[in-house]
């Protein structure tokens, strides 16, 4: 896998540590009761869901590469692994390295790593599934593949033996989400398949995060929506072209022409991650493949119309400087509000305009944002195709509610100088409301967007309850469901590029005429 930081460890319950046998809750494990493991053998084992079962091996030999795997014996198991060079325990809050996907995971652990040395190792086997969790872990020691070292745009050639592999690594120079990473190679799909990942140095059929071919990914395995809102897609020629769509998510980053074949990957993959793009090549040819390999790094804004760079523009004016994360955590910390309500993700402009256009509004309806913090979405229906007739927005911590006043403000000065016009001038068009969403009338809404990845049970129900109050046809477009949405029909649930990475959202109709409730009067 990459190189990670370990992390530090973490108040909060302290893990079960299984050693050899019996589970048992206390602090930090004296290192004598992690059972040494043979390199080379393979140690089995059942391990109880979020217990661990620890071991420890010695490193004697330097220049090798560590594998270090985990098998699952039958589908009711799930083993995680976690290893780390402290002399304690490893678990998911004391770790250098970690795998975690479903069903089979693998650690490579690579003799440039910083924290690879001679001596101790100690890995946690900890059960994922309910209930027990038998598994085989194994630890060997090969000389590890050259890794050859990609550079932005250099396209290099390299022959790949038949039924065999290259591997090659790139550094991601933009780890924002307005990037795109390209991965172009050639020959086409008939005689190569690439794989890339965030994770694991040398990905293949097995392990990776995506790929050309048609092997699930180990990340993607766990996910259920399989729908993508795509803005940038390949052409015949496997260019990468603004070209709004939805379309199948697995199918999304891949592009397959008839010489080559490529992968789009968004920069915020590695916003969080080492900066390392691990790439492998896999010639399934019988014959020796010379192959091209090349990898772009392009910015959105670079690929979108006139139009829509303009539109960029005024925004990165009007919130230059806004900086809504801080706002929203200096002030919680100050009034000590802890609740994950007020937790703070904004925006993509692009995307979101994109979104709108397939919630597909009434010309001339009403806009609200539920919790509109510094005013993005707000700004963003103003410069949509609908011309809506009134843009609201309530919010409740007092420096957000500031910050989006501004905002609004900016714009006015902005569209007045640039003569832009709008269904009402800019003060009659946006109402900004400082107060909790629960206590507000938006009865009036035709769309309603709730940034509600944070919503806690109580606050969605509220929601869901004073949205019976809507008129029928109204939308709502939310990133958690709504509970019990008897009077909605759900349209349509898509992942949608946010700030902070794609997020599933669901855009739901009001099917039916109910009464207001008596607090929405």
Known sequence: MGFQKMKEEEKGEVAKINPVGEGEIGKEKPIDLCK???????????????????????????GKLIVISASPENDSSDPDLYVSRKPSIASKKNYHWKATA???????????????????????????????????????????????????TEEIQILIQPKSSAFFQYDVLNSTSGNLVHIYAAPGIDEIVLYASTEFIYPDELFHDWSTGSAISAKMEKEIIREE????????????????????????????????????????????ASKKCS??????????????????????????????????????????????????????????????????????????????????????GVFWDLGCGTGKALIAAAMSEFHFNKICGVELLDGLYLASKKAVSKF??????????????????????????RLTKWEDADIIYAASACFPLELLQTV??????LRKGAKIVTMKKLLDPIDFKLLRQVKVKMAWGMVTIHIYEKSQTTSPFDYLK
């Not at 440039?112 to 946690?124: A, F, K, Q, R």
């Not at 869901?464 to 109050?469: D, L, N, P, V």
Request: aromatic share 8%; proline share 3%.
């Open 36 to 62: 040494e493991i043979k390199i080379g053998l393979i140690e089995k084992g059942v391990v109880k869901a979020k217990d661990y079962h620890q071991y420890k091996f010695n490193l004697l030999e330097t």
């Open 102 to 152: 479903s069903g089979n995971v693998r650690l490579h652990i690579h003799p440039e790593d910083p924290n690879y040395s001679l001596g101790w190792y100690y890995v946690g086997v900890c059960g994922a599934k309910f209930g027990e969790n038998s598994y085989e872990l194994c630890i060997s020691l090969i000389d590890p593949p050259m890794i050859n070292k990609l550079k932005t």
């Open 229 to 272: 809102l795509s803005l940038f897609r390949f052409d015949e020629k496997n260019q990468i072209v603004f070209n709004p769509k939805i379309v199948v998510e697995e199918a999304n980053d891949v592009g397959v022409a008839k010489d080559s074949v490529s992968l789009k990957l968004g920069g915020h993959h590695w916003k969080d």
């Open 279 to 364: 790439i492998g090549v896999q010639n399934k040819a019988s014959k020796p493949i010379m192959l091209k390999l090349r990898v772009s790094e392009h910015k959105e804004i670079d690929l979108v119309s006139a139009e829509l760079k303009d539109k960029c523009s005024i925004f990165d004016e009007v919130f230059g400087g806004i900086e809504g994360g801080s706002l929203s955590k200096e002030e919680r910390k100050a009034k000590s509000l802890k609740s994950i309500e007020y937790i703070y993700g904004e925006i993509e402009l692009i995307h979101f305009l994109v979104l709108l256009k397939e919630v597909a509004p009434k010309e001339g």
């Open 412 to 437: 006015s000065e902005i569209c007045e100088a640039k003569g832009m016009k709008f269904s009402k001038p800019c003060g009659e068009l946006f109402h900004v409301i400082k107060e909790d969403m």
């Open 464 to 469: 869901t309850e004073k949205a019976k109050g």
